[in-house]
């Protein structure tokens, strides 16, 4: 495999500089919010982009700060990427200048290591950095290289990226993860459209954002299916075709703004919900004493009439799809310093991940940390304006969610990492009554 050349990346879009959220608490949001297109699903679409020559178009992708660094690490890769519409991208990779993904990359954004799968799978070798991420505790990407080398692929690690090459082509394989990963899941799946013979995911991650690249990949013309809940079965292809593809809603999108209208005391529509993708939520809002109503794309939330005392607390544990979403525990935390009782979280996917409840003790939350996956909650809590900072993208939301219950006036600094993840979020929150603004951060 040839040695990467000198190459310089620069990150040319609007850079993350340090902001800060000013909120004045203690109103009610009132109003309809559409719910954009999912962060977990975009990213991979546009990586399955590069699988085909043959151009791709996508609809309903929100304009996040994750996207624009994707876009950027295509372009800078030499793939062809147009932005004709507010959330609608198009992308033709008919050749790639650079099979070279740079530490500058993947730092800002550990889902650029899904392009591992297609561009080893089609052109044959890729050097790829270290992923980087929140921090939100240790996220290996060791199965992800299993699995490449489980289809023919040889990899050697030096210097902080794999070094990977495909003799030929990839060869189907049987593939089986230790544990269920959804990115090692996605990447597999990409891996193996374009390897030669039959390829078997066992288990295989059942998001919903996976069956949507899923059904993508049959539009371009991959042999693809789920044989049974947790194994995804893949016949290679020669070559895929271009396709064109609308993103599903954020199923995490949608609970954050249900919790917004739990705890503010509000009533919120949704629109451009998926009712189907957030069952356990919808369960877990009918058990604390607040059920939503759901219909097709449509989900209302009445919270108007809740005294204090009146939501139940209850045990959660985080866990793969079906089961409640990681990336829903800190504004269903949120949602528990309001119910009465003791309330128990157990976060089982990732170590660290409840450490941000130390920020929401600031504002007045009455919360025990045991230990990396373990705290209670008790509740109810008068929250209160304070200042706390954002260490991760979904705690940065869910302290939002608790600055709007507070009463007073909240500075939560660290505000652009939400921005990574959330399209627009303070003008959403803004458009249904609330008072939060924007501003580079003081700290």
Same mark, same amino acid.
Request: hydrophobic share 45%; charged share 25%.
């Given at each position: 495999?040839?040695?990467?050349?000198?190459?310089?990346w620069?990150?040319?879009?609007?850079?993350?500089?340090?902001?800060?959220f000013?909120?004045?608490?203690?109103?009610?949001?009132?109003g309809?919010?559409?719910?954009?297109?999912?962060?977990?699903?975009?990213?991979?679409?546009?990586?399955?982009?590069?699988?085909?020559?043959?151009?791709c178009?996508?609809?309903?992708?929100?304009?996040?700060?994750?996207?624009?660094?994707?876009?950027?690490?295509?372009?800078?890769?030499?793939?062809?990427?147009?932005?004709?519409?507010?959330?609608?991208?198009?992308?033709a990779?008919?050749?790639?200048?650079?099979?070279?993904?740079?530490?500058?990359?993947?730092?800002?954004?550990?889902?650029?290591?899904?392009?591992?799968?297609?561009?080893?799978?089609?052109?044959?070798?890729?050097?790829?950095?270290?992923?980087?991420?929140?921090?939100?505790?240790?996220?290996?990407?060791?199965?992800?290289?299993?699995?490449?080398?489980?289809?023919?692929?040889?990899?050697?690690?030096?210097?902080?990226?794999?070094?990977?090459?495909?003799?030929?082509?990839?060869?189907?394989?049987?593939?089986?993860?230790?544990?269920?990963?959804?990115?090692?899941?996605?990447?597999?799946?990409?891996a193996?459209?374009?390897?030669?013979?039959?390829?078997?995911?066992?288990?295989?991650?059942?998001?919903?954002?996976?069956?949507?690249?899923?059904?993508?990949?049959?539009?371009?013309?991959?042999?693809?299916?789920?044989?049974?809940?947790?194994?995804?079965?893949?016949?290679?292809?020669?070559?895929?075709?271009?396709?064109?593809?609308?993103?599903?809603? *954020? @199923? !995490? $999108?949608?609970?954050?703004? &249900?919790?917004?209208?739990a705890? %503010?005391?509000?009533?919120?529509?949704?629109e +451009? /919900?998926?009712?189907?993708?957030?069952?356990?939520?919808?369960?877990?809002?009918?058990?604390?004493?607040?059920?939503?109503?759901?219909?097709?794309?449509?989900?209302?939330?009445?919270?108007?009439?809740?005294?204090?005392?009146?939501?139940?607390g209850?045990?959660?544990?985080?866990?793969?799809?079906?089961?409640?979403?990681?990336?829903?525990?800190?504004?269903?935390?949120?949602?528990?310093?309001?119910?009465?009782?003791?309330?128990?979280?157990?976060?089982?996917?990732?170590? *660290? @991940? !409840? $450490?941000?409840?130390?920020? &929401?003790?600031?504002?007045?939350? %009455?919360?025990?940390?045991?230990?990396?996956? +373990? /705290?209670?909650?008790?509740?109810?809590?008068?929250?209160?304006?304070?200042?706390?900072?954002?260490?991760?993208?979904?705690a940065g939301?869910?302290?939002?969610?608790?600055?709007?219950?507070?009463?007073?006036?909240?500075?939560?600094?660290?505000?652009?990492?939400?921005?990574?993840?959330?399209?627009?979020?303070?003008?959403?929150?803004?458009?249904?009554?609330?008072?939060?603004?924007?501003?580079?951060?003081?700290?």
């Open positions: 495999m040839a040695d990467a050349r000198p190459f310089h620069e990150y040319r879009p609007e850079p993350a500089a340090p902001e800060a000013r909120i004045e608490g203690g109103a009610p949001l009132r309809t919010v559409a719910v954009s297109g999912a962060k977990n699903a975009a990213l991979k679409l546009l990586a399955a982009a590069v699988l085909t020559g043959e151009r178009r996508f609809e309903n992708v929100p304009e996040i700060e994750d996207v624009r660094v994707m876009v950027q690490v295509l372009t800078d890769l030499g793939v062809v990427v147009d932005h004709p519409a507010p959330g609608v991208y198009e992308v990779a008919g050749d790639v200048d650079w099979l070279f993904i740079p530490l500058e990359a993947a730092a800002k954004m550990r889902a650029s290591f899904i392009l591992l799968g297609p561009l080893l799978t089609r052109f044959g070798r890729v050097i790829i950095s270290n992923p980087g991420g929140d921090r939100i505790g240790r996220r290996p990407v060791n199965l992800h290289v299993d699995a490449m080398r489980a289809l023919g692929a040889e990899i050697d690690y030096r210097n902080g990226y794999y070094y990977a090459q495909a003799p030929g082509r990839l060869r189907g394989g049987e593939i089986t993860f230790p544990q269920v990963t959804v990115m090692g899941t996605e990447n597999a799946m990409l193996a459209c374009l390897a030669e013979g039959r390829t078997v995911i066992h288990p295989a991650a059942q998001e919903p954002e996976i069956d949507d690249l899923m059904a993508f990949l049959v539009k371009m013309g991959a042999e693809v299916a789920r044989t049974a809940p947790d194994t995804i079965e893949v016949h290679g292809q020669r070559r895929l075709r271009g396709a064109n593809h609308r993103v599903v809603p *954020d @199923r !995490i $999108e949608t609970g954050t703004f &249900l919790v917004a209208a705890v %503010t005391g509000g009533k919120l529509t949704l +451009n /919900a998926a009712c189907e993708h957030v069952g356990a939520l919808l369960d877990l809002f009918a058990r604390v004493g607040l059920p939503v109503r759901c219909e097709g794309t449509r989900m209302e939330v009445d919270a108007t009439g809740l005294r204090p005392g009146d939501l139940r209850l045990d959660i544990e985080t866990a793969p799809y079906p089961g409640l979403a990681t990336d829903l525990q800190p504004p269903v935390c949120v949602l528990l310093t309001q119910a009465t009782g003791d309330s128990h979280v157990h976060e089982a996917i990732f170590e *660290d @991940r !409840i $450490e941000w409840l130390g920020e &929401l003790r600031k504002l007045g939350a %009455t919360v025990d940390i045991a230990d990396a996956h +373990n /705290a209670v909650i008790r509740g109810p809590a008068r929250l209160h304006g304070a200042e706390a900072s954002i260490g991760d993208l979904r939301a869910s302290l939002i969610l608790a600055a709007l219950a507070a009463e007073g006036t909240s500075l939560i600094h660290g505000a652009h990492h939400v921005h990574r993840g959330y399209e627009n979020i303070d003008r959403k929150f803004q458009q249904l009554g609330a008072t939060i603004t924007r501003s580079a951060d003081p700290a």
